[in-house]
């Protein structure tokens, strides 16, 4: 089984801070990570993934993201907050292939990102 | 390319009538999923098809739920006898292979 847990439903930074979002994950076998944005009434929006290849990954809007097996997590970071950053913002899991869920993604709670001028 | 389209994307029902939601993955894409968005809730996977076939329904409920991806056609997630607990936003995304999955705006049902 898989889970994910996301620290803090609530984060708030100023406008060009760093952004931190925290995840952890529990998986049993090699996972495949993501991290996804969501603005209000919206669907989701892939920001970037993991996939078994480089440990640092870039995804879009200046965000990366760090896999850390030790510590078994993925956290979500970027430099410089933009007021348009403001979102709820989900990590989730998935098994890679041959797994018998491979494909089903098992998402944190989400953590809402707010940005003050 | 379009992407993921969802229809209605607002539904309003009242208790004990059926709702239909309907989900047209991208061009070329034979793996859907539906998730569900509960308030206050993250978004839990409810079931994954391929053309013709339930590939994984561990989170769908035992009863009144059902889904459907024809060979032809959008897939359909079907929930009879609607209750207050089903208001919730449902997700569709597809993926060509099952693995990174394009997300639909959602169609978010409101049961009076």
């Known amino acids: 089984a898989q889970s994910v847990t996301q620290l803090g439903s609530h984060v708030s930074v100023s406008e060009g801070a760093l952004v931190l979002l925290r995840c952890n994950y529990s998986?049993?076998?090699?996972?495949?990570l993501f991290w996804y944005v969501q603005y209000p009434n919206q669907g989701l929006q892939l920001l970037l993934k993991?996939?078994?290849?480089?440990?640092l990954v870039k995804g879009i809007n200046g965000f990366e993201a760090e896999f850390k097996k030790s510590e078994t997590s993925f956290h979500l970071t970027k430099p410089s907050a933009h007021m348009s950053d403001a979102a709820e913002y989900f990590c989730?899991?998935?098994?890679?292939?041959?797994?018998?869920?491979?494909?089903?993604?098992?998402f944190g709670q989400g953590t809402i990102l707010t940005v003050h001028p | 390319n379009a992407g993921v389209m969802q229809n209605p994307r607002h539904l309003v029902r009242r208790r004990g009538q059926e709702a239909r939601l309907r989900c047209s993955p991208m061009?070329?894409?034979?793996?859907v999923y539906w998730y569900r968005q509960l308030p206050e809730e993250g978004l839990k996977f409810m079931v994954y098809?391929?053309?013709?076939?339930?590939?994984?329904e561990s989170g769908m409920p035992k009863e009144r739920f059902s889904a459907e991806f024809p060979k032809e056609g959008p897939s359909i997630l079907r929930i009879q006898q609607v209750v207050r607990g089903d208001s919730a936003a449902y997700f569709c995304?597809?993926?060509?292979?099952?693995?990174?999955?394009?997300f639909g705006p959602g169609t978010r049902l409101t049961v009076l």
């Open positions: 998986s049993s076998v090699p996972p495949y």
């Open positions: 061009k070329g894409h034979s793996h």
């Open positions: 989730a899991v998935s098994e890679a292939p041959g797994g018998t869920s491979y494909g089903k993604l098992t």
């Open positions: 995304a597809s993926s060509p292979a099952a693995n990174e999955q394009f």
């Open positions: 993991y996939t078994s290849a480089a440990t």
């Open positions: 098809l391929q053309k013709e076939n339930i590939i994984d």
